[in-house]
């Protein structure tokens, strides 16, 4: 299926969702995961009306900025090395995968604005996620407070990959009501107001449990 035709069907489903829950689906953003697929593939989300592109990897971040430039709203959603922040950091506007004072500090240092950062929260536990344990995001955020140019702008996770609905209903719930949390501190550098959580297999229970960032990769542009 095209793009434009997945797009719709997507839509769709996230306008249901938000009725079943009482929400505006304009709060939801959709980011196309494009790291498996094409330039062609990433330049026909574009055309679909698809903005906001997510990459996890420098090589096919810049790959794809080389073609696209900056039509795109650019999302580094993969684990990110501090030494490869000088790399990306002037082609990115929203970083998903904030886990670390290390990774802070650097992007304090490379940075010639403030950069919207998602911190990244393990909340399910599995040892194959990356991210802060809940229990640390809170003295995390304090610990980045004098980083200038790190704007923290919510919380990321990624929940199992299970058809256990509770399960993951679960997961998405601890997030929102440690945004929530975080959110009320009224940190001057962590506004915290977003939730970027829900992939091609869950999205619509992340969107009906407050997700405002989705990112989806196989159902929206294929690939893995």
Same mark, same amino acid.
């Given at each position: /299926? !095209?793009?434009?035709?997945?797009?719709?069907?997507?839509?769709?489903?996230?306008?249901?969702?938000?009725?079943?829950?009482?929400?505006?689906?304009?709060?939801? !953003?959709?980011?196309?995961?494009?790291?498996?697929?094409?330039?062609?593939?990433?330049?026909? +989300?574009?055309?679909?009306?698809?903005?906001?592109?997510?990459?996890?990897?420098?090589?096919? $971040? &810049?790959?794809?900025?080389?073609?696209?430039?900056?039509q795109a709203t650019w999302h580094f959603i993969g684990t990110l090395q501090s030494r490869k922040v000088k790399e990306v950091i002037d082609y990115? !506007? /929203?970083?998903?995968?904030?886990?670390?004072?290390?990774?802070?500090?650097?992007? =304090?240092?490379?940075? !010639?604005?403030?950069?919207?950062?998602?911190?990244?929260?393990?909340?399910? *536990?599995? =040892?194959?996620?990356?991210?802060?344990? +809940?229990s640390e995001v809170e003295s995390f955020i304090e610990a980045v407070q004098d980083f200038k140019q790190v704007k923290i702008v919510g919380l990321?996770?990624?929940?199992?990959?299970?058809?256990?609905?509770?399960?993951?209903?679960?997961?998405?719930?601890?997030?929102?009501?440690?945004?929530?949390?975080?959110?009320?501190?009224?940190?001057?550098?962590?506004?915290?107001?977003?939730?970027?959580?829900?992939?091609?297999? =869950?999205?619509? &229970?992340?969107?009906?449990?407050?997700?405002?960032?989705?990112? $989806?990769?196989?159902? $929206?542009? *294929? *690939?893995?």
């Amino acid at each position: /299926m !095209s793009v434009a035709e997945n797009l719709a069907e997507i839509k769709e489903n996230i306008e249901q969702a938000c009725q079943r829950c009482g929400r505006d689906a304009n709060e939801v !953003s959709i980011v196309a995961v494009t790291k498996y697929v094409s330039t062609e593939r990433a330049q026909e +989300a574009l055309e679909a009306g698809i903005h906001n592109l997510g990459e996890n990897r420098r090589e096919g $971040l &810049l790959e794809k900025y080389e073609a696209v430039g900056d039509q795109a709203t650019w999302h580094f959603i993969g684990t990110l090395q501090s030494r490869k922040v000088k790399e990306v950091i002037d082609y990115v !506007s /929203m970083i998903h995968s904030l886990d670390r004072r290390s990774l802070a500090k650097e992007i =304090d240092k490379r940075a !010639s604005a403030p950069v919207p950062c998602f911190v990244q929260v393990n909340i399910s *536990g599995e =040892d194959s996620k990356h991210g802060l344990p +809940a229990s640390e995001v809170e003295s995390f955020i304090e610990a980045v407070q004098d980083f200038k140019q790190v704007k923290i702008v919510g919380l990321m996770t990624m929940a199992p990959h299970t058809e256990d609905e509770e399960r993951l209903r679960g997961v998405f719930r601890q997030l929102r009501a440690l945004r929530d949390r975080i959110r009320d501190k009224g940190y001057a550098h962590a506004p915290c107001e977003y939730l970027s959580m829900g992939m091609s297999n =869950d999205y619509a &229970l992340a969107v009906e449990e407050g997700a405002t960032h989705v990112r $989806l990769g196989s159902c $929206l542009v *294929g *690939g893995q």
